[in-house]
């Protein structure tokens, strides 16, 4: 167990919808990243944390937000989707920022476009 | 943004062989590291290599990270089925606010 919590473990729904994942990082770590990972795509960086405020950016879309709140959990906002974003969302955290802070991954969600 | 290229991309091997997986780059990172993942379940964190030249040696694993930080192998020894996974190598292009992941090895070992 990684300590990482991410909910919920599938979603499907339909192209043109919204919907929001969720993150609940290791206690005591303050960055947050979520990737994006499918078959062809392999684990695409989209967007870090760091206590509260972005601290870096990836091939996140313009349909796609972030945030982390006070309590450093933190959610990812997927609008207008497209079948093309079906795929496995995973959200990583770490104690910090640098090279001896190694990523801990959640379970992921598991997103279906239909 | 900096590239990671994995080989082979599949590996099927019997119980008790070696193998090695290579990760490469044009580029230098500050650090790399190796994670194992599982069907169904995020990647784990195996090593992380920061000095050019380093070795670093878990069990029948063993770690290697190019002089120049550009590259790096993991070498396994006497493979048991339990090393089954995808092994992916990620490197640290900005002091901790960029990973960039490479594509992965698929490691198949049969009993």
């Known amino acids: 167990d990684s300590g990482v919590t991410q909910t919920p473990k599938h979603l499907i729904t339909a192209t043109g919808q919204r919907v929001t994942l969720r993150c609940s990082p290791r206690?005591?770590?303050?960055?947050v990243y979520w990737y994006q990972q499918s078959l062809d795509q392999g684990l695409q960086f989209l967007i870090q944390y760091y206590n509260g405020e972005e601290r870096a950016k990836g091939n996140i879309l313009e349909r796609f937000s972030a945030q982390q709140f006070p309590d450093l959990h933190s959610e990812l906002n997927l609008s207008s989707l497209e079948l093309g974003d079906s795929a496995l969302y995973f959200c990583?955290?770490?104690?910090?920022?640098?090279?001896?802070?190694?990523?801990?991954f959640g379970n992921g969600t598991r997103l279906t476009v239909t | 943004t900096q590239l990671l290229e994995q080989s082979p991309q599949f590996l099927s091997i019997q119980e008790g062989e070696n193998l090695t997986v290579y990760c490469n780059s044009s580029s230098v990172f500050s650090s790399l590291q190796w994670y194992r993942q599982e069907p169904g379940e995020g990647p784990v964190l195996l090593v992380t290599v920061v000095t050019g030249g380093e070795v670093k040696k878990l069990k029948r694993l063993t770690f290697q990270f190019g002089d120049a930080r550009k590259d790096s192998s993991l070498h396994i020894t006497a493979a048991q089925p339990g090393d089954t996974g995808l092994y992916l190598c990620?490197?640290?292009?900005?002091?901790?606010?960029?990973?960039?992941f490479g594509p992965g090895t698929r490691l198949s070992v049969l009993p």
């Open positions: 990620a490197g640290d292009d900005n002091y901790g606010q960029n990973f960039v």
């Open positions: 206690s005591g770590d303050l960055s």
């Open positions: 990583a955290s770490s104690p910090g920022t640098g090279q001896n802070s190694p990523l801990h």
